[in-house]
């Protein structure tokens, strides 16, 4: 069964970087040539928010306005892997960061924090503290 693994977590500094990664494993087909692959995080006591989307309908690259310039989203087909990395970060954005993929092939769903997606993955543990 297939399955999406979110990866590169850890603690980090203030105005620190940090990539996380995304990948897909055991589908029978190449989901990223059919999905497209949101970012999510939530942090205690939030709700869920939709960080970034990349789509491969449109070639659409969505940000929320919280991340926009810091983050950046790409995606690697050969590999079955989807990045994002994270630029001056800020404490606020501590979360556990999860990936999903949404077999629309657009990023609505992501914008609109998710509900709908057709697989997730577990989390993955970003920490922005000095």
């Known amino acids: 069964q297939g399955q999406l693994v979110e990866s590169g977590g850890g603690l980090v500094q203030p105005g620190g970087s940090l990539r996380v990664s995304c990948s897909a494993s055991?589908?029978?087909?190449?989901?990223?040539?059919?999905?497209?692959i949101g970012w999510f995080r939530q942090a205690p006591g939030k709700e869920r928010e939709g960080v970034s989307c990349i789509s491969t309908s449109d070639g659409t690259i969505y940000y929320a306005d919280s991340v926009k310039g810091r983050f950046t989203i790409s995606r690697d087909n050969a590999k079955k892997m989807v990045y994002l990395e994270m630029s001056s970060l800020k404490p606020e954005d501590t979360a556990v960061y999860y990936c999903?993929?949404?077999?629309?092939?657009?990023?609505?769903?992501?914008?609109?924090?998710?509900?709908?997606?057709?697989?997730w993955g577990k989390g993955t543990l970003v920490t922005v503290s000095s």
């Open positions: 999903a993929a949404d077999a629309w092939g657009t990023c609505q769903r992501s914008a609109r924090g998710g509900v709908g997606m057709d697989y």
């Open positions: 055991g589908f029978s087909w190449d989901i990223l040539d059919y999905h497209a």
